[in-house]
């Protein structure tokens, strides 16, 4: 057991985060209908956004959006 500034690494969060989770009822659904509509808006973006820096900033963050909110999910239900 590691020791840090906050006490022991034992944390149930840190338990959490870093446990995979099961898909359980309708979960699998919501993920998907997720992943779906931000891949309507990837595909937006990439049609109506001249090539930049910007435009690849935006679909890593679109990309990383859609990560924590099925992490969301995943860990908190």
Do not use: V
Request: glycine share 2%; with cysteine.
């Amino acid at each position: 057991m590691y020791k840090t500034k906050k006490g022991a690494c034992n944390d149930p969060e840190l338990e959490n985060i870093f446990t995979y989770h099961a898909p359980k009822g309708d979960q699998q659904e919501r993920y998907e209908l997720l992943r779906a509509e931000a891949k309507k808006l990837a595909y937006l973006i990439c049609f109506k956004c001249p090539l930049s820096r910007e435009k690849t900033i935006a679909l890593s963050k679109l990309e990383e959006a859609i990560f924590w909110a099925n992490a969301s999910i995943a860990r908190n239900e």
